[in-house]
C-alpha cells in the first residue's frame, strides 16, 4: 500500500506540530515556519545564540530543529543530545531526537526517546503518535493502536492520529475500520489527499471499487502529482476490465514515482490481459528489478512468457495451415 506512511507523509504530518510548537519556546527566534530558505538563517541565529551562551539549551534544540526540516538528521541528533544533557527533563527535544532515529530507520531508539517524551509530558498527543509510528515500523500494530487511541483521546481533532490508526487497522485486515478512520480525517480537514487515496485504497480491498475509484480520484483532485493515487485507481480500474485505464494511470504513476514496484506489476497485467505479452513481460522484469521479493511479478512473468509462446505456437500454426491450404488449392 502506500508505503511507508509515505506514508512517512504520514509521520511528517504528526511532526509539524512539533516543529510549530519547538519554534514558539525557541530562543532568539520569533519567527513562525520559515520557509525552506530560511532555515539556513535560522542556523545562522542559533549559532549566534551558542557563541553567546554555550549552555543555552534552547539554542542547541532550536538548532537542531531548523537541521530537521533539512533532512540533516544525524547533526539534528547530535544538537539534540547537547539540548538533552543540558535540559534532561524537556519532552520535546527527546521527541525531535526520537524522530530524527526513526528517519534513519533506528526504530529501537525512536521508540525509547519518544517514551522518554511520553513519560515527562503524558498529556502530548503527538509523542503518543509518534511513539505508535516506531511501534510500527516494528511490525507491532497492536501497539500503535493503542498509541493512536492514546494520541486521539487527547485531541479528538488529531487528524493525523486517525490516520495512522486507519493504517493500522488495515494492516490487521480490518478495512472498514480502517475507512471510518479516513472518514473522520476527510471531515476534519477536506484536502486530505493521503486521507481520500488510502480510503479508496480500503475500498478496493473491500470490493468497493467505484467508490474507491471516486476517492483516489478526489485524491487526484487535489494533488495532481500523488503517484500513489494514481496507480490505486489504475488497479481499480484493471479490477474492473477496463485494462487501458489501468495502463494509463499506471504510466502515469511510473512517470511520477518510477520506484513504485506495483505500478509496472499492474501495468503488465493489463497489457498481458490484452494479449500485449512482449510489453508485459518488459513491466514484469521493471517490477522484479525494483522489488526483487515481489513474488507475484515472478508467477505474473512465467503467465505471460507462456502467453507469449501460446501466441506465437498459434499464430504460427495459422500461418502454416495458410500455406498449405495454397498449395493444395494449386
Same mark, same amino acid.
Given at each position: 500500500?502506500?508505503?511507508?506512511?509515505?506514508?512517512?507523509?504520514?509521520?511528517?504530518?504528526?511532526? +509539524?506540530?512539533?516543529?510549530? %510548537?519547538?519554534? *514558539?519556546?525557541?530562543?532568539? /527566534?520569533?519567527?513562525? #515556519?520559515?520557509?525552506?530558505?530560511?532555515?539556513?538563517?535560522?542556523? +545562522?541565529?542559533?549559532?549566534? %545564540?551558542?557563541? *553567546?551562551?554555550?549552555?543555552? /539549551?534552547?539554542?542547541? #534544540?532550536h538548532r537542531g530543529w531548523a537541521l530537521e526540516q533539512l533532512g540533516q538528521y544525524?547533526?539534528?541528533?547530535?544538537?539534540?543530545?547537547?539540548?538533552?544533557?543540558?535540559?534532561?527533563?524537556?519532552?520535546?527535544?527527546?521527541?525531535?531526537?526520537?524522530?530524527?532515529?526513526?528517519?534513519l530507520g533506528q526504530y529501537e531508539k525512536e521508540l525509547d526517546d519518544c517514551t522518554k517524551a511520553t513519560v515527562l509530558d503524558p498529556k502530548d498527543a503527538a509523542a503518543w503518535l509518534i511513539r505508535g509510528s516506531a511501534y510500527g515500523e516494528l511490525g507491532q500494530y497492536e501497539k500503535e493502536l493503542d498509541d493512536c487511541n492514546t494520541s486521539i483521546g487527547l485531541d479528538p481533532k488529531y487528524e493525523q492520529a486517525y490516520c495512522n490508526?486507519?493504517?493500522?487497522?488495515?494492516?490487521?485486515?480490518?478495512?472498514?475500520?480502517?475507512?471510518?478512520?479516513?472518514?473522520?480525517?476527510i471531515n476534519i480537514n477536506p484536502k486530505n489527499s493521503v486521507a481520500f487515496c488510502n480510503r479508496g485504497w480500503a475500498h478496493g480491498k473491500l470490493g468497493h471499487l467505484q467508490k474507491g475509484i471516486n476517492d483516489c480520484s478526489a485524491a487526484i483532485s487535489l494533488n495532481p502529482n500523488y503517484a500513489w493515487a494514481y496507480k490505486h485507481r489504475g488497479w481499480m480500474y484493471g479490477s474492473l476490465g477496463q485494462f487501458q485505464k489501468e495502463i494509463d494511470d499506471s504510466t502515469i504513476a511510473i512517470n511520477l514515482d518510477a520506484k513504485i514496484a506495483d505500478a509496472y506489476r499492474h501495468r503488465g497485467f493489463a497489457k498481458?490481459?490484452?494479449?500485449?505479452?512482449?510489453?508485459?513481460?518488459?513491466?514484469?522484469?521493471?517490477?522484479?528489478?525494483?522489488?526483487?521479493?515481489?513474488?507475484?511479478?515472478?508467477?505474473?512473468?512465467?503467465?505471460?512468457?507462456?502467453?507469449?509462446?501460446?501466441?506465437?505456437?498459434?499464430?504460427?500454426?495459422?500461418?502454416?495451415?495458410?500455406?498449405l491450404n495454397q498449395v493444395i488449392g494449386q
Amino acid at each position: 500500500m502506500n508505503t511507508k506512511r509515505t506514508f512517512a507523509t504520514v509521520i511528517l504530518a504528526a511532526m +509539524a506540530s512539533c516543529a510549530m %510548537a519547538h519554534c *514558539a519556546h525557541a530562543s532568539n /527566534a520569533d519567527v513562525n #515556519a520559515p520557509e525552506n530558505h530560511e532555515y539556513q538563517e535560522e542556523i +545562522a541565529k542559533s549559532n549566534r %545564540a551558542i557563541l *553567546a551562551n554555550p549552555e543555552d /539549551a534552547k539554542a542547541y #534544540a532550536h538548532r537542531g530543529w531548523a537541521l530537521e526540516q533539512l533532512g540533516q538528521y544525524r547533526k539534528e541528533i547530535d544538537d539534540f543530545n547537547i539540548a538533552i544533557k543540558l535540559d534532561p527533563k524537556n519532552a520535546r527535544d527527546f521527541l525531535h531526537r526520537g524522530w530524527a532515529f526513526g528517519q534513519l530507520g533506528q526504530y529501537e531508539k525512536e521508540l525509547d526517546d519518544c517514551t522518554k517524551a511520553t513519560v515527562l509530558d503524558p498529556k502530548d498527543a503527538a509523542a503518543w503518535l509518534i511513539r505508535g509510528s516506531a511501534y510500527g515500523e516494528l511490525g507491532q500494530y497492536e501497539k500503535e493502536l493503542d498509541d493512536c487511541n492514546t494520541s486521539i483521546g487527547l485531541d479528538p481533532k488529531y487528524e493525523q492520529a486517525y490516520c495512522n490508526r486507519a493504517w493500522d487497522f488495515e494492516k490487521l485486515g480490518q478495512y472498514q475500520r480502517g475507512i471510518d478512520d479516513y472518514t473522520q480525517a476527510i471531515n476534519i480537514n477536506p484536502k486530505n489527499s493521503v486521507a481520500f487515496c488510502n480510503r479508496g485504497w480500503a475500498h478496493g480491498k473491500l470490493g468497493h471499487l467505484q467508490k474507491g475509484i471516486n476517492d483516489c480520484s478526489a485524491a487526484i483532485s487535489l494533488n495532481p502529482n500523488y503517484a500513489w493515487a494514481y496507480k490505486h485507481r489504475g488497479w481499480m480500474y484493471g479490477s474492473l476490465g477496463q485494462f487501458q485505464k489501468e495502463i494509463d494511470d499506471s504510466t502515469i504513476a511510473i512517470n511520477l514515482d518510477a520506484k513504485i514496484a506495483d505500478a509496472y506489476r499492474h501495468r503488465g497485467f493489463a497489457k498481458a490481459k490484452l494479449g500485449n505479452f512482449e510489453s508485459a513481460i518488459d513491466d514484469y522484469w521493471k517490477a522484479i528489478f525494483s522489488d526483487p521479493a515481489d513474488m507475484n511479478a515472478y508467477d505474473l512473468l512465467l503467465r505471460a512468457q507462456l502467453g507469449q509462446f501460446e501466441q506465437v505456437f498459434v499464430n504460427g500454426t495459422k500461418d502454416i495451415n495458410h500455406f498449405l491450404n495454397q498449395v493444395i488449392g494449386q
